[in-house]
Each structure stands twice: as structure tokens, then as C-alpha cells.
């Protein structure tokens, strides 16, 4: 069973860093993509950044490139996003996911909401100008 719990989130100020982390807490980590995500109130939920199992792999959207940095420690069941340059743009609840049902695979299919099946509970990201 995959358990993921998301932190490190908060208010911070334009150019600011955070480092987010998402922790499996139910099954060993190793084997799986996962996925950040964010929704911003009154928007849809949008992909911002994707590891491959083994962190061979990276993707991001446009938006975040040369700002965020996606890293994994399967030794820590640990997946991180580091973020930095903070805009108030990036403002919303940042979620992690996790595709379990294509171990040791990744693609750019990881930008889909639909290529998840695990979930975290989210965690809130605030930059003010």
C-alpha cells in the first residue's frame, strides 16, 4: 500500500526557496515514478515536475525549467522538489504522486494527472509580491 505525505510547504517571499518533500510511508519506494502537481484556487490541477524510478529521468513544465529541481532518495522513501526564485505564480497546493502501475517505466506520460494512482494529501505554497 502506497502511502505518500507531502511537507515542507509555507509563506514565503518572491525569490525565496522551499523544498518540498513527499514521503511513502506505506511501501518501499523503489520501483515507481512520481509526480509533482499543483492547483491554485479556481484552477485545474497542473503538472509541474516527474521522476523516473531510479531518478535516470526528469521532466518539467516549461514554466518551473531552470527554477525547480525534482530529486529522489529511495533509501529515504523520499522524493523532494526544490524550489527556487519563488513567484507569486507558483502560489497553490503542491501535490506528490506515484505511478505505481508501470514499475521501472517513464515517459512523458508522467505529465498527466491520469498517470497516477497514489495521491498525497497536499501541501500549501504561498509567495507574496
Known amino acids: 500500500q502506497v502511502h505518500l505525505v507531502e511537507s515542507g510547504g509555507g509563506l514565503v517571499q518572491t525569490g525565496d526557496s522551499l523544498r518540498l518533500s513527499c514521503l511513502d510511508s506505506?511501501?518501499?519506494?523503489?520501483?515507481?515514478?512520481v509526480g509533482w502537481f499543483r492547483q491554485a484556487p479556481g484552477k485545474e490541477r497542473e503538472f509541474v515536475a516527474a521522476i523516473s524510478w531510479n531518478g535516470g529521468y526528469t521532466y518539467y513544465t516549461d514554466s518551473v525549467k531552470g527554477r525547480f529541481i525534482i530529486s529522489r532518495d529511495n533509501a529515504k522513501n523520499t522524493a523532494y522538489l526544490r524550489m527556487n526564485s519563488l513567484k507569486p505564480e507558483d502560489t497553490a497546493v503542491y501535490y506528490c504522486?506515484?505511478?505505481?502501475?508501470?514499475?521501472?517505466?517513464?515517459?512523458?506520460?508522467?505529465?498527466?494527472?491520469?498517470?497516477?494512482?497514489?495521491w498525497g494529501q497536499g501541501t500549501q505554497v504561498t509567495v507574496s509580491s
Open positions: 504522486a506515484a505511478d505505481v502501475s508501470r514499475p521501472f517505466l517513464s515517459g512523458n506520460y508522467l505529465r498527466e494527472t491520469t498517470a497516477y494512482e497514489y
Open positions: 506505506g511501501r518501499t519506494f523503489r520501483g515507481y515514478a
